[in-house]
Antibody
Framework: QVQLVESGGGLVKPGGSLRLSCAASGFTFSDSYMTWIRQAPGKGLEWVSYITSTSRYTNYPDSVKGRFTISRDNAQNSLYLQMNGLRAEDTAVYYC???????????WGLGTLVTVSS | EIVMTQSPATLSVSPGERATLSCRASQSVSNNLAWYQQKPGQAPRLLIYGASTGATGIPARFSGSGSGTEFTLTISSLQSEDFAVYYCQQYHNWPLTFGPGTTVDIK
């Protein structure tokens, strides 16, 4: 069955960096478009980044553009999110999710918590 | 950016009753609209995509309708496991955006 397992979350100081990972299994990762979505404590969902299957195209919302970088390693069935210049407002559970044919999100991981605090 | 709104914020329903949730887009998203269910401490789960197509394994009591700017998720007969938060999401334009959610709780 499809599994997405995030890791790498934790406590980091404002201005710090963190790299999240997502291990994928149960589907053809190399053919799949992938995203990161986050959810601040008690809040709704926010799209954070997107990458095509070959990494040719990436996209970000203005809230993280220039600070976050999405990447992937198809040989390792892994997705990554490099987060730099972290702010308190980046505190959230970060989910990796597979983007379906038209960018609806058909499979989600369980998430990893990132806390930005001094 | 397309802004998604959902109503009501909270819907109190008795088990076995019908629930109707609304989602509105600030501009047309055609039928590029998905619905998700999220239970406490869990990841969201895809229910509906293409405004009206049920995702794999989703019970038939969940149905979606609408196009353009107005959408509806209907749960025909609420079961205990359906009490959760429901989000709509548009994937017509970048950035992908979600509604603020509707909480369905027990009346």
């Amino acid at each position: 069955q499809v599994q997405l397992v995030e890791s790498g979350g934790g406590l980091v100081k404002p201005g710090g960096s963190l790299r999240l990972s997502c291990a994928a299994s149960g589907f053809t990762f190399s053919d799949s478009y992938m995203t990161w979505i986050r959810q601040a404590p008690g809040k709704g969902l926010e799209w954070v980044s997107y990458i095509t299957s070959t990494s040719r195209y990436t996209n970000y919302p203005d809230s993280v553009k220039g600070r976050f970088t999405i990447s992937r390693d198809n040989a390792q069935n892994s997705l990554y999110l490099q987060m730099n210049g972290l702010r308190a407002e980046d505190t959230a559970v970060y989910y990796c999710a597979r983007a379906g044919y038209s960018n609806y999100l058909d499979y989600w991981g369980l998430g990893t918590l990132v806390t930005v605090s001094s | 950016e397309i802004v998604m709104t959902q109503s009501p914020a909270t819907l109190s329903v008795s088990p076995g009753e019908r629930a109707t949730l609304s989602c509105r887009a600030s501009q047309s998203v055609s039928n590029n609209l998905a619905w998700y269910q999220q239970k406490p401490g869990q990841a969201p789960r895809l229910l509906i995509y293409g405004a009206s197509t049920g995702a794999t394994g989703i019970p038939a009591r969940f149905s979606g309708s609408g196009s353009g700017t107005e959408f509806t998720l209907t749960i025909s007969s609420l079961q205990s496991e359906d009490f959760a938060v429901y989000y709509c999401q548009q994937y017509h334009n970048w950035p992908l955006t979600f509604g603020p959610g509707t909480t369905v709780d027990i009346k």
